[in-house]
């Protein structure tokens, strides 16, 4: 099982980038896939799910910035984040799971090894 995470990088304030997580050695269209995000000094957040029927749930503090998406063809999910401001600077981690919509870290099976988004002018 891999998940690979890319698309990470620096940024100024009001920019965006768009993140992706490639996956493989798992039925990909069968799991719910998530972002979460680490800063410096602070726990591993939830950020963002979709599942395996294309319903997305967001973070209240992303809400209206970020986008997630899939392509099942491609074993793939992305963020789409735009408006970024300096504190959503963090290594941003993808993740698989078999539950349902779930924000708890522990809900979630494989994990890739995170992309670093550093916004800043």
């Known amino acids: 099982v891999q998940l690979q995470a890319s698309g990470g990088g620096l940024v100024q304030p009001g920019g965006s980038l768009r993140l992706s997580c490639a996956a493989s050695?798992?039925?990909?269209?069968?799991?719910?896939m998530g972002w979460f995000r680490q800063a410096p000094g602070k726990d591993r957040e939830f950020v963002s799910t979709?599942?395996?029927?294309?319903?997305?749930y967001y973070a209240d503090f992303v809400k209206g910035r970020f986008t997630t998406s899939r392509d099942n063809a491609e074993n793939t999910v992305y963020l789409q984040m735009n408006s970024l401001k300096p504190e959503d600077t963090a290594v941003y981690y993808c993740?698989?799971?078999?539950?349902?919509?779930?924000?708890?870290?522990?809900?979630?099976?494989?994990w890739g090894q995170g992309t670093q988004v550093t916004v800043s002018s």
């Open positions: 979709i599942t395996l029927g294309f319903t997305t």
């Open positions: 050695g798992f039925t990909f269209s069968r799991y719910g």
């Open positions: 993740a698989a799971t078999l539950r349902g919509i779930t924000s708890g870290s522990d809900g979630y099976d494989y």
